[in-house]
Structure formats: structure tokens, C-alpha cells
């Protein structure tokens, strides 16, 4: 199996990428993280997912193509101009592109739970878990990626990093799988 080959990447992921590339962007999530993102989602009939961390919409573009026609995304990003391309990129009224800051938006959020919550932004995961875990409904998913180490993490990461996966292996509200594939991915369902 050759794991590298994808055969359903999003129409509009290559002009992301472009326009992504032009920005020098480096935080861009990958076609691994996007392919599982799409499969995730259309395991859920109407499903209710939340982004944190939209960026130019490459993973949003994935997880678009998991939804059916009833079900919802919320992406919320902070960068007006990734957003942007995101939004123009993606124009489907299915999505709710919110350009706003994730920790004011996860501190105000009193909406119904996620079947799906992708937390690629430090507010929903290093800082302001418990509170996007509390989105999560039971039996949905708690999707993280970039857990190996990555050339763009600062000093001092990598030891976050590692007590982060320690505290999600200590609770027994989620049951979990570490995946050192991609950037290294840990797929958490609340139970
Ligand atoms: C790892 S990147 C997301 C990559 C994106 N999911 C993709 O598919 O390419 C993290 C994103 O979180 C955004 N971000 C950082 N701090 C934030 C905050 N406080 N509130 C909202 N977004 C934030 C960054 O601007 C960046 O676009």
C-alpha cells in the first residue's frame, strides 16, 4: 500500500497551496491530516464540525469534501488574510468561516457540541482544552496533528508537547490512538 498517493484531493486544494505558498505560510496541515480529516467527518451523518485554526483552508478544503448537504463547519481563524483565502476559496454556505480570536471565541462559545473538533491552534489544545473538549459530544472526535517534532516548534515545545500527551492519557473521559504517521496525529474520542 502506497499511502503517499491520494486519488480524491480536494478540486480547490492546489490554488490553496499556491496562494498559501505566496504568503510563505508554514503552518500549513498536510494531505495525510486532510485525507483522515474527510474520512472522520463522513463518518458522521449531518455532522457538526469545528475547526480551530482555519489558516488558507487547506484541511478545511479536506473536511468540506467529508460533509454531506446537512451538515455544518464552523472554522475560526485569527489571520484575516489566510482567512480570506479560505473563504474565497471555499465559498459554501455549509461553512461558518469566523475570523476571531480562538481564546475569546472558546471562552463565549454557548452553541450546541461537535460531533468533530480539529484543534490545529493553540487556544483548543496546549491552552483552553477543557473547554474544546467540552464541544466534543459523546462518541465524537478530539483531532489533533503536529505531535512529532516539527521544525517549527520554538524551545521549550517539545517537553509541552510531551505533558500534553501524558494529561490526555491520564483521563477517562477519552479513549485515544497516537499515530506517528504525517506530523503525528492523536485521534481521541470522548467517551
Ligand atoms: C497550524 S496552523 C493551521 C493550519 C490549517 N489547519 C491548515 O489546514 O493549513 C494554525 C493556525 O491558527 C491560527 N491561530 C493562531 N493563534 C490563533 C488564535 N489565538 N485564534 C485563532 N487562530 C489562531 C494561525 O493564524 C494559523 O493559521
Known amino acids: ?6 486519488t480524491d ?3 480547490q486544494y492546489e490554488s ?9 505560510f508554514n503552518m500549513a496541515s498536510d494531505l495525510f491530516t486532510g485525507s483522515l480529516l474527510k474520512t472522520l467527518v463522513a463518518s458522521k451523518p449531518c455532522a457538526r464540525i469545528l475547526e480551530l485554526g ?13 460533509m454531506d448537504e446537512d451538515a455544518i ?8 488574510v489566510l482567512l480570506e483565502i479560505a473563504q474565497q476559496q471555499l465559498n459554501d454556505n455549509r461553512i461558518d468561516f469566523v475570523l476571531a480570536d480562538g481564546y475569546q471565541w472558546l471562552s463565549e462559545y454557548k ?3 461537535f460531533d468533530l473538533v480539529f484543534a490545529d491552534a493553540m487556544p483548543g489544545k496546549y491552552d483552553l482544552f477543557e473547554e474544546a473538549l467540552a464541544m466534543v459530544k459523546t462518541g465524537g472526535f478530539y483531532i489533533i496533528d503536529d505531535m512529532r517534532p516539527q521544525p517549527n516548534w520554538p524551545e521549550g515545545h517539545a517537553e509541552r508537547v510531551d505533558n500534553f500527551i501524558q494529561m490526555l492519557e ?3 473521559d477519552i479513549t485515544l490512538t497516537k499515530l ?5 496525529i492523536i485521534i481521541c474520542v470522548k467517551v
Open 111 to 113: 452553541g450546541k457540541q
Open 170 to 172: 491520564n483521563r477517562n
Open 54 to 66: 482555519t489558516g488558507s483552508g487547506l484541511a478545511t478544503s479536506w473536511i468540506l469534501q467529508g
Open 9 to 11: 484531493i480536494p478540486v
Open 1 to 6: 500500500m502506497q499511502d503517499e498517493i491520494f
Open 73 to 80: 463547519l464552523v472554522t475560526v481563524e485569527n489571520n484575516a
Open 180 to 184: 506517528n504517521w504525517s506530523t503525528g
Open 16 to 24: 490553496i497551496q499556491a496562494a498559501t505558498k505566496a504568503l510563505s
